[in-house]
C-alpha cells in the first residue's frame, strides 16, 4: 500500500499561510504517525524586482489585518513593508529548500521561524543574511546554510517547487492536497479550521 501523503502548499511570506499555522500544526501533532506531511512552495510572488506603491500596501495589510481577525495570529504592523521595500518571495522559499538539503527535519520550524520573523517583528527576510540568522538561530550552520543557498541547486529546487505548484493547478494559498499514491484531491484551497480538516482526513484515512 502506498504511504499516504498530506501536501501543505504554501508560501512563507503568505499572510494566510502565516494565520495557517496553528492549523497545520495542529494536523502535524495529531496525525504525524499516519500521514507524511509535506510542504511545496507554491511561489506567491517570485521574482518581484519593482519596489511597492502605497496603494498596493495598503492592499496587502489590509489582507493582513483580516488574517488576524479571523485567526488571532499576531503582527506587527506599525511600520510593516516600508517604503521601498521590494516583496520578492523566491529568497524566503529558497531559504527553506536550502534548509530541507541540510536537515529535512528542520524545514517545518524554519518556515515558521521565517513567518514568525516577518509578520511579528519586521524582519527583511528577502536578504540572504536574514535568513543565515534565523538558520543559526535554529542551530544550523549558518555559513553552510548561506553556501547551499546560493547554489544552483537550491535555486533549480525552489523553480521546481514553483512549477510543480503550478501544474497541480494551484492559485492560491494555503492549499492542502491529499495523496495516496494512486490519485489525488484538493482538501482545502484557502484557510479552513482545523475541526473541519480533522473530520475530513479521518474519513480519507480510513478509506
Not at 507524511?36 to 511561489?43: H, I, M, N, Y
Not at 510572488?45 to 483580516?66: C, F, N, S, V, Y
Request: proline share 5%; glycine share 8%; charged share 20%.
Amino acid at each position: 500500500m502506498s504511504e499516504k501523503i498530506l501536501w501543505y502548499i504554501a508560501d512563507p511570506m503568505c499572510s494566510w499561510c502565516w494565520g495557517f499555522m496553528p492549523v497545520i500544526e495542529k494536523i502535524h501533532a495529531e496525525y504525524g504517525d499516519r500521514l507524511k506531511l509535506e510542504l511545496l512552495l507554491g511561489g506567491l510572488r517570485p521574482g518581484t524586482k519593482d519596489p511597492m506603491g502605497r496603494a498596493q500596501r495598503q492592499e496587502i495589510l489590509h489582507h493582513w489585518e483580516a488574517v488576524h481577525r479571523m485567526t488571532g495570529q499576531p503582527f506587527r504592523f506599525a511600520g510593516a513593508l516600508p517604503e521601498g521595500f521590494i516583496y520578492n518571495t523566491e529568497p524566503a522559499s529558497r531559504g527553506v529548500v536550502a534548509v530541507s538539503l541540510i536537515d529535512r527535519g528542520a524545514v517545518f520550524p524554519f518556515f515558521r521561524a521565517v513567518q514568525s520573523a516577518f509578520y511579528t517583528e519586521q524582519q527583511d527576510v528577502t536578504s540572504s543574511l536574514v535568513l543565515a540568522q534565523l538558520a543559526g538561530g535554529m542551530g544550523l550552520d549558518s555559513q553552510r546554510f548561506a553556501l547551499i543557498f546560493e547554489s544552483d541547486m537550491a535555486k533549480n529546487l525552489t523553480r521546481e517547487n514553483f512549477n510543480r505548484s503550478r501544474w497541480l493547478g494551484v492559485s492560491g494559498f494555503p492549499t492542502l492536497l491529499l495523496d495516496n499514491g494512486a490519485n489525488y484531491r484538493f482538501l482545502a484551497r484557502g484557510y479552513r479550521p482545523s475541526q473541519e480538516l480533522c473530520s475530513e482526513i479521518d474519513e480519507w484515512l480510513q478509506s
